[in-house]
């Protein structure tokens, strides 16, 4: 398969593009930053692809579109959770540090999906890891600004299902995550989850979006 991971600087993203080029797909990992040391693998195309960035994203697709053709499948891993946002709340984060977690979280959702809509085959998937702090059933104060990002892009995702027709959206909550941004409230490696969005892709855990757009990593419907 062809698959296309944004956020593949570290964690998730970066553990899960590798894992997929290890099990023989080819890979074009988006990156805000390219790594010094771009290291080259035969399944793995490395771009710029800040999901704040349009002009940056359309020249990343257009890339991809003429060094591996049209992708199967869509990962949008890339997040931020500020520092601000994990001891303050909405009456003492700045506005700019919560206009940044909407801009990145949520609007790049919508950038990243409409960029690289074209060069989707039909009936391929795109899967938005949101979180599970994006449901208002699961309500609580804690990472406020990056929860209400959370759920503009589940929103988001389920406006887009509406709008397309020949392509699947998901939103997935990808596991409470020992990495830099999950690691205060960790339960599981990123290894673990990875192998959960794996067997998403490749068709191992079946998902009727029909009746759950919304699911964790090991496909289990999530709250909305």
Known sequence: MKIIVLGADKGLGKILSEM????????????VTLPEDEQKEENILRL????????????????????????????????????????????T????????????????????????YPIMNKGSRFYAVTSEGGSFTLAGTLFPAYSVS???ANKFVQVLRLTVSDV??????????????????????????????CN???????VNSME?????YLGRPMPV
């Open 212 to 216: 759950h757009w919304f699911i964790d």
């Open 93 to 116: 984060e700045s506005i700019a540090d919560i206009r940044k977690h909407m801009d990145v979280n949520a609007i790049g959702l919508v950038a990243a999906f409409r960029t690289i």
């Open 48 to 91: 710029q692809m800040d999901v704040t960035d349009e002009e940056q994203l359309l020249f990343a697709v257009n890339t991809i579109r003429e060094k591996m053709g049209r992708a199967d499948a869509v990962v949008d891993v890339a997040g931020v959770l500020l520092p601000s946002d994990r001891t303050g709340s909405l009456l």
């Open 20 to 31: 997929l080029a290890s099990r023989g797909h080819r890979v074009a990992a988006g990156y």
């Open 168 to 197: 699947d959206l998901i939103a997935v909550h990808p596991g409470r995550m020992n990495t830099e941004m999950g690691r205060t409230t960790a339960q599981i490696e990123p290894e673990e989850s990875a192998i959960g969005f």
């Open 200 to 206: 998403l892709i490749e068709g191992v855990t079946p």
């Open 150 to 152: 959370k759920t503009a």
